[in-house]
């Protein structure tokens, strides 16, 4: 059998040379490192579930990009910023980093200039981003001053164009306005991502959880909630936190 077959038959595509650069989620050195993981899955506190403590991973966030970033991006950069100039809105003060990463575009934005840049992507014509699927919290205690992240998803059924917004603020401040004006489509996913991760969505005609019951303590998808250890309803048995059910020492 040929190398190229065993190649093949490992699962590695020979056409295409296996370096760092080709790996998924490979960004070297280059973005801003938040945080330096240790472990499969970062346990700290008890055993290691995952059964490997030797693993050191850098956590690093994608840095801003530089022009040109290539193909319709530079177009809707500059229609987003010429439309911004016109309002009195210098762009710089509204648009904290552009990305391009992954062939996606992500346009971050100062937090009290969210609602006027929605605006401006909805209804100039040469942009017309028309429906925002939705948005999902992140949150990243290690990015400090920043820890709570809002991300919006912006399509143009217009120009058949997807971009992405997304907005950061600290966890002693966890307020970003709503887009229930602009995108009322919305609704439903802020409540969502207030209930899970505590983002107070201002402006939001009905603030409330969605998922939890009204009474729950916390917000179940932050990073620094406990893992299990929550009563559950069956003869009075209670699930411990994965980091205390076993260890691999």
């Not at 966030?61 to 950069?77: H, I, M, N, S």
């Not at 762009?91 to 605006?119: C, G, S, W, Y």
Request: proline residues 8%; charged residues 25%.
């Amino acid at each position: 059998m040929s190398d190229a077959n065993n190649t093949a038959g490992d699962g590695v595509n020979p056409e295409k040379e296996l370096s760092a650069e080709n790996l998924p989620g490979q960004r070297g050195q280059g973005g801003e490192e938040i945080r330096v993981q240790r472990g499969m899955f970062g346990a700290d506190n008890g055993g290691d579930t995952s059964g490997y403590g030797g693993l050191v991973r850098s956590v690093r966030l994608p840095g801003p990009a530089a022009r040109p970033y290539g193909g319709w991006f530079d177009e809707v950069a500059d229609e987003l910023e010429g439309a911004l100039e016109e309002q009195d809105l210098l762009p710089e003060n509204a648009i904290e980093k552009t990305v391009v990463d992954r062939d996606e575009i992500t346009f971050h934005i100062e937090r009290e200039h969210l609602v006027r840049v929605a605006k401006t992507l909805r209804d100039d014509p040469a942009l017309r981003f028309e429906l925002c699927t939705g948005v999902s919290g992140v949150h990243y205690p290690n990015d400090k001053g920043r820890e709570l992240h809002a991300v919006y998803h912006l399509r143009s059924i217009t120009h058949n164009r997807v971009i992405r917004l997304e907005v950061s603020a600290p966890d002693s401040d966890p307020h970003i306005p709503s887009l229930f004006s602009v995108y009322p489509t919305n609704d439903w996913h802020e409540r969502e991502t207030y209930d899970f991760f505590g983002i107070v969505f201002d402006g939001h005609p009905a603030l409330t959880r969605i998922m939890m019951p009204d009474d729950w303590q916390g917000h179940p998808q932050r990073k620094d909630y406990p893992l299990g250890g929550i009563p559950v309803e069956y003869k009075g048995a209670q699930i411990p936190a994965p980091d205390q059910r076993r260890s691999y020492s």
